[in-house]
């Protein structure tokens, strides 16, 4: 594991390579096209580093990040000054390859899903109709079911939050791997943002100079 000093430095070092690439076109671009250019940049050279920065654990966020940004086309010159000049440009390049597997392990997981739910529904109809009505009345003394049947609720519309809020979460079956994708991803957040905090600042210092 690499000290958080070195993998700062990493990123603005790729995050400022990225914003190179779009440095002679910066006059013409709106106030917009600049925010998607500066997060373009930081979301590409954020999940490079994070995939070069632990060998042990390579996240499914950064790899997201990166198949993402891959399949635009317009995107190739960035991916490319960002990425070219490292020794692990092909261990990046892999990752973004797993884009096309990612997607169709998706794709067939949702068919299974959608024909196991049809058989379902018209073999045990009537079963689970009938097992919804005895369920509906079962509660204990405490009414300790049904805080458990609200609590799980929140807990599925909670996963599914997090899944929508971290990049590949919708690949992720379960809760664990989840929970570890989404603080890693917070971890990498918060070093983006200490960086530009840094840069920032800097910015502020030599204004006032």
Not at 6 to 29: H, T
Not at 34 to 51: H, N, P
Not at 56 to 70: D, I, N, Q, V
Request: net charge positive; charged share 30%.
């Amino acid at each position: 594991m690499r000290s958080p000093g070195s993998v700062k430095r990493e990123f603005l070092r790729k995050w400022l390579k990225g914003l190179q690439v779009y440095s002679s076109s910066n006059n013409e671009m709106s106030i917009l096209e600049r925010k998607k250019v500066i997060k373009l940049s930081a979301d590409v050279a954020m999940a490079s580093t994070r995939i070069h920065s632990n060998s042990k654990y390579s996240s499914s966020w950064s790899r997201a990040l990166m198949a993402k940004a891959s399949n635009d086309a317009s995107n190739a010159p960035l991916l490319s000054h960002v990425l070219g000049s490292d020794n692990g440009v092909s261990a990046d390049r892999s990752m973004i390859s797993e884009k096309d597997a990612a997607k169709r392990n998706l794709v067939m997981m949702r068919n299974k899903r959608i024909k196991s739910k049809k058989i379902l529904r018209r073999s045990c109809s009537n079963k689970i109709r009938s097992l919804r009505r005895k369920a509906a009345h079962v509660v204990d003394d405490k009414g300790r079911t049904s805080s458990n049947i609200v609590a799980k609720k929140l807990v599925m519309k909670r996963t599914q939050v997090l899944k929508r809020l971290v990049p590949g979460g919708e690949l992720i079956m379960d809760e664990i791997s989840l929970i570890r994708e989404t603080l890693d991803y917070i971890l990498s957040l918060r070093l983006q943002v200490d960086v530009m905090r840094h840069l920032a600042n800097a910015s502020e210092k030599l204004d006032s100079m």
